[in-house]
Structure formats: C-alpha cells, structure tokens
C-alpha cells in the first residue's frame, strides 16, 4: 500500500505542471482575489447602509465574496485535471510515474493543498477585509462563530476545487466540468431551494455554507455539514480515481 502513496518527488512535479500553466496558476490567485475582492467591494458599497444589507445573517454576509471565489476555485480544480487529456499528456505523466494511485493521490494532494491554502488566506482576509468597511456593522474577530466561519470559508473552496478535479478526471474536460458545476450551484440549488429546502440542505454549497452561518436552524449543524460537503468531494475524487484506473491513457 505504502507504494501509492505521493513522494516528494512526484508531489514536486505536480507543482510545476501547476506553476507553468498559467490558466490554472491564474484560477488559484482568482480565488483568493475573487472572494476577497469582491467581498471588499460590496461591503464598501452598501455595507454601512443599514443593518442586513449584506444579507440575514451577519456572519454568513462576511463571507458573501465566497459565491464568486467558489468559481474560481471550480476553475482551478478542472483545468489542473484537463491538461492531462490533451496531447497524450496522461501517456508521458504515467510513463514517468507507472503507479497510478501514486500519480492521482499526488495530483489531487497538490490540488487539495494549494486550494487550501487560498482558502484559508482567502477566509482571513476575506473576514478583515469586508469588516473594515462595515463601520458600526461590523463584526469583531473574537465574534461567535468566527474562527469557525474562517476555517470553514477555507475548507469549502478546497473542497469545491477537489469536486471539480475529480469530476474532471471522469469527463476528462474542464468545459463540461464547469458547465455542469457552475449552473449547478448558482441556479439549480436555488430553484431546489425554493422547491423543497429539506433536499436543498444536502447540496454541496449549501451544506458547505452552514460553516459560515451563525444561525444554523435553517440548514445543517455546521460541522454536519461540512461532513457532507466532503463526502461529495470524496465521491468524485473517488470516482476520478475509478476512471484514471480503468482508462486507457
């Protein structure tokens, strides 16, 4: 088993696929400038305008930058995986690493490890950013549920670039992957929403997002669902292996 497992070397390789391409390298800056960007922008805005402009939930709305940040990240884990499916570039990848656990386990530890360390300077800067514009509105660091909202924000983008990268190894192009992503969680877990919010509450963003709310009552604990948002992530990371496995390169 030990043999599967990413080596230094292998792990240093996936960086440098990563670093030279400048579409991927570009969707992982985007996700931290997207989420904290845009969180700056509309706290600026409308921010000191009355209380809930941002939205219901004051700790959720710190973190409103994250609905644009979540795409990048979608962007960052399907073009790291696509690349291996042009111009035979999965043929040359497996001749210098034969083991093809070592060679995806590597990939997605590197996806999964940069994603997270976006997101968790995403999360930070995201919260300190938005909330020097609040003005009497704003929420202090030590505030309930902050330290939580913060990890949370970062573990959500990593897990949303791991569901991408493993949906990604199944279709094997980052258009499709982000065709059926992007549509997915802006519109369709809006309509579910709206539909029935008992369904609703197990979707991917919106079990994610209960990390980030201070009140949970209309979703999922918000460890529980966090839980559930890996264990979609799990299942296409999962189901990218099945298809690396089985494919012929």
Known sequence: ?????????????????IRSLRG??????????????????????????????MGDDPLLAAFYGINFGQVAAFAFGATALSGEFRNGALRTSLTAVPNRARFYLSKMAVVGGLAFLAGQLAGIATFLGGQAFMGSYALDLGSPGTYRAIFGCGMYLTLMALLAAGLTAVLRS????????IPFVLMVSFVLGAASEGVARYLPDRAG???MRLDPSSGLAPWTGLGVLALWALLAVAAGWLSIRRRDA
Do not use: C, N
Not at 7 to 12: N, R, W
Not at 174 to 181: E, G, H, N, Q
């Open 1 to 17: 088993m030990s043999t599967a497992l990413p080596t230094a070397p292998v792990l240093h390789s996936e960086w440098i696929k």
């Open 24 to 53: 991927t390298f570009g969707a992982l800056i985007a996700v931290f400038v997207a989420t904290v960007g845009i969180q700056a922008l509309a706290a600026a805005l409308i921010g000191r305008t009355e209380a809930g402009a």
């Open 174 to 181: 980052a258009t499709v992957t982000l065709s059926l992503l």
């Open 209 to 211: 997002q209960m990390m």
